[in-house]
């Protein structure tokens, strides 16, 4: 323990820059992801389109089994090594939990429901801002929250590339059998992508309309 | 605002046939029902009306306009439109989905709020309690009725409704027909109801229209179709009990007599004052009504004819039995058998007589239908 606090005496100025990176490479393709991916979910899932849509569920729900390490390794031998690989390879990696979540939030959200929409007089814009998105918002966060969660986790493999991050910390410990540096840059990985999952939590308990979290508790 | 369907007609693919050649015109202020067997083409020809399905031809006219002549959104708008109660939107509270149109429609919010209230108090929902819950803290007859309250928040002439209290148990759907009939009786919209509950397109229906395989059957008035079934289609569909079925369910509102003959009372009336009023007529009685002008009893002719001329009229008032527009035509009936009287007074939630019903319409009415439902 007292190691632990040691090394981040003498090296406070290493590990805020490597903590640094590791944030702006998970911000980075996480925030990347989530545009992204909720304009194809979106996109796919538009009427007339819902073949698409389902023919992409199909896809992200596979390559959700997609090892993160293969997504790294295969994007490194397409565009080398540094921070940009890091970030493209991870907003990959995030798209898919974030595009297969909102993509089935959207898509079960009921044609009855929908119809009773367009039935009123709304165009299908208002249908998707006022209807379909507003109920898909439970999956839809679910999907940005395990995104983030993986995320912060895989970035840490970003190192492998010579992206930096906290990983880089940890493999510096693994190559000196240093079980102390390990957990330095373990640690903090951990913890923050536990904070960004409690901060993640209580987002989501505020955007999601009080009449879906009560469907959700009568459900149980 | 009358609707005219004009040699109405989809089909589905090649060659599924869905509506063929549908000619009716749902009449204003009334409630059409549209009945027959599952995948007659109810649906279809219902969301014809506001395009959620484009026709293959013909032809749909409101208020002397093709409905091609209205932007779709605004005809839309313009259409109260009510389904099944998974139609509300679960994120939405009571107040927002009954908005939801109004808001559409860029209302002012206290516009909005006054006019979600007001309705809310006409759906028999509490005002205070309701329109801050979910529908998922609701009972299935009070999202019904939700439900409805949307269908016409923005005050739409027209009300198109498929199967709405489809869903809901037995008990449960009694009494929200029952609201629904006082609730048109206040509105007056003009309504395609769509249901394939023969005892409710009865009970509702001021005209039914019945399908099968696309074509429309008959299309008449309700006492018309229960008495003069086109054909043993139609016979079937209505049942063999249906002289009495329909009895218990046509509602007195559609079927009293406003033509009678009624006397104000005040406290200086005399017999011969009212005989010289009854006189007038050639009615043999004449029905009493206070200062309120509530109804108060009736006076027989031949009785008041033979009593002092200068008494107070008020003596010889008789207490009568009365009926509400709601009740079946078989409780007027069952009133008339125990009360021995010949007629009954129909009297509104207000106090005010609206009419009367008589035995000898009943008997006319009901005449060629075999009531002991043995056919
Ligand atoms: N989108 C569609 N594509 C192809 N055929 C359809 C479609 N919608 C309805 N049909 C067919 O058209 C016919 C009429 O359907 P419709 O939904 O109007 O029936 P319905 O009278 O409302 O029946 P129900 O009582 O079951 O609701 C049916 O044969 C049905 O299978
Ligand atoms: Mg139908």
Known sequence: ?220 | MAIELKKLRKVYGESTVAVDDVDLTFEDKKISILIGPSGCGKTTTLKMINRLIERTSGDIIIDGRSIDEIGVIELRRSIGYVIQEIGLFPHMTVFDNIAVVPRLLKWPEDKIKKRVMELLDLMNLDPDEHPYKYPVQLSGGQKQRVGVARGLAADPEILLMDEPFGAIDPINREKLQDAFIEIQEQINKTIVFVTHDIREAIKLGDNIAIFNEGKLVQYDETMTVINEPADDFVENLLGSDRGLRSMELVRVHDHYDTDFFALELTEKLTVGDALKEIEKTDRRYAYVLNEKKRLAGYVVRKKIEKANKSDPLKKHVKETESIHPSSSLLEAMSLMMTSGLSAVPVVDDRGRVRGVVRFSALMEMFGSVDLTGSD
């Open chain 1, 1 to 220: 323990m007292q190691a632990l606090f040691d090394y981040y005496r003498y090296n406070m100025e290493y590990f805020l820059i490597k903590l640094g990176e590791h944030m702006s490479i998970f911000a980075l393709s996480w925030a990347m992801a989530i545009v992204v991916g909720l304009l194809i979910a979106i996109a796919s899932t538009r009427p007339g389109r819902m073949k698409i849509g389902n023919a992409l569920l199909t896809i992200t729900g596979f390559s959700q089994a997609v090892p993160s390490i293969a997504v790294i390794a295969l994007v490194f031998i397409f565009t080398g090594i540094g921070f940009r690989p890091a970030v493209l390879a991870l907003f990959i990696y995030s798209l898919v939990p974030i595009v297969f979540n909102a993509a089935s939030g959207l898509v079960s959200v009921s044609p009855g429901m929908k119809e009773a929409a367009r039935g009123m007089g709304m165009t299908n814009g208002q249908i998707l801002r006022k209807v379909e998105l507003p109920a898909s918002v439970p999956a839809i966060l679910s999907g940005i929250r395990s995104a983030a969660t993986i995320n912060i986790g895989t970035t840490t493999i970003a190192a492998a590339i010579g992206a930096g991050g906290l990983g880089e910390i940890i493999f510096t410990g693994i190559r000196n059998f240093n079980f102390t540096i390990i957990l330095a840059g373990a640690i903090p990985t951990a913890i923050t992508a536990i904070l960004v999952d409690v901060v993640l939590s209580v987002v989501e308990k505020r955007v999601t309309s009080k009449g879906l979290q009560l469907a959700e508790h009568w459900r149980e």
